[in-house]
């Protein structure tokens, strides 16, 4: 940590000067457009990395950044191989700190003049073209914990409880796909449960579920085989998620005759069968339906696979009725066919996995049923408080995909979602009565919208009071989507400060105690100001006038761009402003969701030419999802290289 | 900041103030691969992160260790003659992570090896002391390891670009296959120990189960052939897992057919007479940290000593700030130590040091009173408790802290603390494996050697 003491905030990001000139480039077509503007983009940055990026940073930068690299920046390696990913991650901490004067150092004689550092930053934006055209590998993925459970329970009606036991993960961009011998093991218990769910014990009546999945036992003992062919052939499809191929049937049958070998029923037999479809990888993993003929590195992905990669996406779930047999008839590839079922997966009730997934993993509040706080300070806060906070933020988070609003719409609006207990803390208890939760016109503009929701001002706080720094620090990376250097290894939290210095100050004035220091100031000046704007608001949301020790509450700031503002209200239309930016943000944290992957090198130029779109449908939510869902990145894979 | 850990432990112990009885416990037998006249050497981890508080850690003299014992390895006060401490173990370079001290504490605490630099925001590190372990002893055993943790491994924070999941995971089967831990007490001893039905019986193994895996791998080696080369080596991963699934089903056959002879008087299996029983385990009622720690630890003693297991290694807590309420404070690990030398949190660092020591001296101190052959348990172990940090509050790794128990079998002189090592992290665990016999065929991460004086 101790190179991020150095100031690395880019006011206008990397990615921001990505957009500007993406803007003034010829747009790409549809996916496999492009080649030739590409190929002229990538010789002018190849050009200019050659000619203008090599002197600079051998002039300024590789006296320190070299083999023996300062603060783990070698800029003489990224010089030899500029568009290579590894070298990606050090160009951007270059910029980031050229840009804000950190670097190159005071003390050293030669110092770049402000042109050169504004020029190296625009050469550095040429960066990504550098980056061969990549969607990345779609390796195979393994289903998670609760997509697993979602499908057992979409396909034989179990509860999807079922895999609970299964150890807890990350979904998304930090997914770990891979697979140990305790989930395997946890996934051959949970087929056992399955199957003794469904499958009524030996001279019992079948139970409906079993009826349909297993159909009539054949009267004739002769046909057991013929009819477990064709069971097995059902089975597969459903839990496949694609036409199983004859080898794999043929293995299937197999299990059954074991089961008959072993002088089992022909039910118990198709039970066996059964649990290995359960535990075989093309269920417990989205795979291919065919092998790869083409020569080609990257291909599409196959209907069955874009199936259930929206389908995952949008319900973590397995396709349904009307995907599946879009996917049979290999409609799915076109991308008007795609997007009309992107849309109508939106508007199902079942996309509010979208929310539990992605939408509380971008809020932050995923850990708030859980957060710890003071009781005796919040009393109130009870679980049925916490529920109705979480589904405030889905309904609010719905609502705004389902309408297809603008994404500015997250941060200004002028509705909400309450019920009688959460409504106290909007100080409505008068007008929304019941547990229910309904949809609330806003008169008061401070509150509508993410900045005043009791689930995003709570999960930005401590037990028992509100962090400035939190909040701004919020703002600033989740909605903005600017890059904040983690705080410096030996700075210790607010409440640990030297308590004489502190007495007598309010929040704000300690908090202020950092942009004293110039170690804290640069970064601190930054977003503190934003969290001071929403000082209005408590731990829990409330509105107050006056903070802990009773002194009136000082919400009035400045942006770092000089925009000031007094009110919560005023900082949202502030932030409002800012559509590009955090339409930008939402759409590179959806994708690296999507494709569950850090984005990098190529990733850019995609982002680029979607931001096109998007801003040509005024920033509309469910235009963005869908842009994602349809691009480059979401629809290929890379099989080769 | 999402950290849930507490909620689900919660709901799971309540009620749950049972001992359990075990199954396949009838005798005490050394699984197959085993020798009649020597036990295995077992071999276990324990991890904290963020470091020390050095002066109450170290031993001042080699004499002093044993006299007068620093604060923070006071617990292990009746069995110091069983443990060695040794002060000169360097951690990893961080170079070019200096950025990530904490998505690198655990990640290379057992691979002695950093993450991929150009591959970051994948896992791509190297596999792991114990999975070595593992692959030379787990086939005699029900289970190949066993991995335990306190916390979801599930924190989400990303330092220098690395994959996220280099913050709470120290177990790689390989170098792109991290093994998670289970953190719920009854699924491990579950695992263990077999499940029971509603009649209280303990489900067999069924032979079928195996049989039918069998023919799932050979259908998914049909399907591997299709695959691109990226999505063959996580097909690998599958059915490395699902082999060992089967294994184990044949393990838990042997042992039923054993025990099967050993009721019907044809074939006694029985280990020395003078072995102690095996250890009750009592799942707490409440969700205080150390007992629930405590009963990590039990199973582990367990594990080892009916030889269900030959490696463990247990995340006692995770690099994400975890708090102590049993402590009397509500702060963060994390926080605390970065602590300037503050009084008032440098007691709080040096508390939750001794805390997580005591629950390591639980289960040395219980494997010290558990008699097995001509000694102890703990006479056949090699535990390692240790931390990737040395001095959370500079994320120094000069002298990383650990504290080995254990004779190994004979291979580890005991009862001293060794000032002046001259080693790295992968010296050290080239070591241990070394000791506990497992042959190596390259040196683990940064080693250049083995520490020889650790040797008996």
């Not at chain 1, 049979?328 to 939106?346: F, I, N, S, T, Y």
């Not at chain 2, 639980?362 to 102890?376: F, H, I, Q």
């Amino acid at each position: 940590m101790q190179s991020s003491r150095v100031l690395q905030i880019v006011l206008t990001t990397a990615a921001g000067l990505a957009l500007a000139l993406s803007l003034v480039s010829p747009c790409w077509a549809e996916t496999d457009g492009g080649g030739e503007d590409e190929a002229a983009l990538r010789a002018d940055a190849e050009k200019t990395f050659k000619e203008k990026v090599g002197p600079f940073v051998n002039k300024y930068c590789v006296r320190c950044h070299n083999t023996r690299p300062e603060g783990g920046i070698n800029l003489q390696s990224a010089l030899r191989s500029p568009g290579a990913t590894s070298s990606f991650l050090h160009w951007k901490k270059a910029v980031a700190n050229v840009k804000v004067h950190d670097m190159p150092p005071e003390h050293t004689d030669k110092i770049p003049t402000d042109d050169e550092r504004h020029q190296f930053i625009e050469w550095i934006g040429k960066l990504k073209y550098m980056a061969p055209r990549d969607p990345g590998s779609f390796v195979i993925r393994r289903l998670s914990k609760v997509e697993y459970g979602n499908t057992l329970h979409d396909l034989y009606g179990v509860d999807p409880s079922i895999t609970d036991g299964l150890p807890e993960e990350v979904i998304g961009e930090g997914y770990l796909n891979s697979i140990s011998p305790l989930q395997s093991e946890l996934f051959l218990d949970i087929a056992n449960k399955v199957i003794d769910q469904v499958v009524s014990p030996e001279g019992k009546a079948p139970t409906e579920v079993q009826k349909r999945l297993f159909g009539e036992t054949p009267s004739d003992n002769a046909d057991f085989r013929k009819a477990a062919r064709q069971v097995s052939r059902s089975l597969a499809r459903d839990a496949y998620r694609r036409p199983p191929t004859d080898a794999e049937l043929d293995v299937l049958v197999g299990i059954f005759d074991l089961g008959r070998e072993n002088r089992l029923s022909y039910t118990a037999s198709l039970g066996l069968m059964w649990k290995a479809i359960l535990v075989s990888p093309q269920s417990l993993f989205i795979t291919p339906a065919a092998e790869v003929d083409s020569k080609d590195s990257v291909v599409p992905l196959d209907d069955y696979q874009l199936a259930s990669r929206l389908s995952y996406l949008l319900w973590s779930a397995p396709p349904d009725a009307e995907l599946s047999a879009l996917a049979d008839k290999g409609e799915l590839q076109k991308p008007e066919v795609l997007r009309a079922q992107a849309a109508r997966l939106l508007m199902h009730d079942r996309s509010r996995a979208l929310f539990d997934g992605f939408g509380a993993q971008w809020l932050g509040v995923g850990g708030l049923e859980s957060q710890t706080f003071d009781p005796d300070v919040f009393p109130q806060m009870t679980p049925a408080l916490r529920t109705a906070m979480m589904e405030e933020a889905r309904l609010f988070f719905q609502s705004i995909v389902r309408e297809n609003q603008n994404v500015f719409r997250f941060v200004d609006s002028d509705y909400t979602f309450l019920n009688e207990p959460l409504a106290r803390l909007y100080g409505l208890e008068q007008s929304v009565q019941g547990p229910t939760m309904r949809r609330v016109k806003l008169e008061n503009p401070n509150r509508g919208g993410i900045l005043g929701m009791p689930a995003t001002l709570a999960t930005t706080s401590f037990p028992n009071r509100t962090s400035p720094v939190r909040r701004g620090v919020w703002v600033l990376e989740q909605i903005l989507g600017e890059r904040i250097p983690p705080p410096p290894p030996d700075i210790p939290e607010l409440e640990e400060q030297d308590q004489k210095s502190a007495e007598g100050l309010t929040l704000r004035q300690r908090t202020e105690l950092h942009q004293s220091d110039p170690t804290c100031a640069n970064c601190h000046k930054v977003f503190d100001p934003i969290g001071f704007g929403l000082e209005n608001f408590d731990a829990i949301g409330r509105w107050r006038e006056k903070d802990d020790v009773g002194v009136a509450i000082d919400s009035a700031g400045k942006l770092p761009n000089g925009e000031a503002f007094a009110t919560p209200a005023e900082l949202k239309s502030i932030l409002a402003e800012r559509k590009a930016d955090m339409a930008r943000n939402l759409t590179e944290r959806l994708m690296a969701y999507a494709i569950g992957r850090q984005l990098e090198g190529y990733d850019e130029i995609v982002i680029d030419q979607l931001m096109v779109k998007i801003a040509n449908d005024s920033f509309r939510m469910r235009t963005m999802i869908t842009e994602v869902i349809t691009s480059y990145l979401f629809t290929h894979r890379k099989v080769r290289g | 900041m999402n950290n849930q850990p507490l909620v689900d432990r919660r709901t799971m112990l309540k009620g749950a103030g049972v001992s359990l009885a075990l199954p396949f416990m009838d005798s005490l037998t050394w699984a197959a691969g085993g020798n009649s006249t020597k036990p295995p050497v077992r071999l276990g981890f324990m991890y904290m992160p963020h470091g020390v508080i050095m002066d109450e850690f170290w031993p001042k003299t080699p004499e002093s260790y044993l006299e007068s014992p620093p604060s923070a390895i006071e617990s292990l006060r009746p069995i110091l003659d069983q443990c060695l401490m040794m002060k000169g173990i360097s951690g990893v370079p961080t170079t070019p992570f200096s950025g990530a001290p904490h998505a690198l504490e655990l990640s290379t605490w057992l691979t002695a090896t950093l993450p991929d630099a150009d591959t970051r925001s994948r896992i791509n590190i190297a596999i792991s002391a114990d999975q070595i372990m593992a692959n030379y002893v787990g086939a005699h055993t029900l289970l190949p390891s066993l991995e335990l943790a306190t916390m979801p491994q599930t924190w989400k924070e990303n330092q220098a670009g690395l994959h996220e999941a280099y913050y709470s995971h120290c177990s790689y089967r390989s170098p792109t296959q991290p093994v998670p831990a289970e953190i719920d007490p009854r699924n491990v001893l579950n695992r263990l120990f077999g499940k029971k039905d509603k009649a209280g019986r303990v489900t067999k193994a069924n032979p079928l189960d195996r049989q039918m895996l069998d023919r799932v791998l050979g259908g998914a080696r049909d399907l591997r052939r299709m695959l691109a080369r990226t999505d063959q080596q996580k097909l690998d991963e599958y059915l490395d897992s699902v082999r060992t699934v089967e294994r184990r089903i044949a393990a838990i056959e042997s042992r039923q057919k054993e025990a099967a002879l050993e009721k019907a008087g044809v074939r006694s299996t029985r280990r020395d007479s003078n072995d102690s029983p095996p250890i009750e385990v009592k799942i707490p009622e409440g969700d205080k940290r150390s007992e629930y720690m405590q009963v990590m630890c039990d199973l582990t003693v367990l594990a080892f000593q009916t030889d269900t297991t030959r490696v463990s290694t247990y995340i006692g807590s995770t690099p994400n700030g975890e708090s102590y309420p049993e402590l009397g404070f509500s702060d963060r690990h994390h926080s605390q130590t970065h602590h300037q030398n503050r009084k008032e949190m440098v007691r709080k660092v040096a508390a939750i040091t001794k805390f997580n020591i005591d629950q390591f001296a639980y289960m040395v101190n219980k494997m010290a009173s558990l008699r097995e052959g001509d000694g102890t348990l703990l006479d056949n172990c090699i535990m390692m408790w240790g931390s990737g940090l040395e001095d959370g509050n500079k994320h120094s790794r000069e002298n990383l802290p650990f504290i080995i128990a254990g004779k190994g079998g004979g291979s580890i002189s005991t009862g001293r603390f060794l000032p002046d090592t001259k080693g790295n992290q992968g010296d050290l665990l080239t070591t241990l494996l070394s000791c506990a016999g497992v042959p190596l065929d390259r040196p683990i991460g940064i080693a250049t050697k083995q520490i020889t004086e650790i040797k008996a």
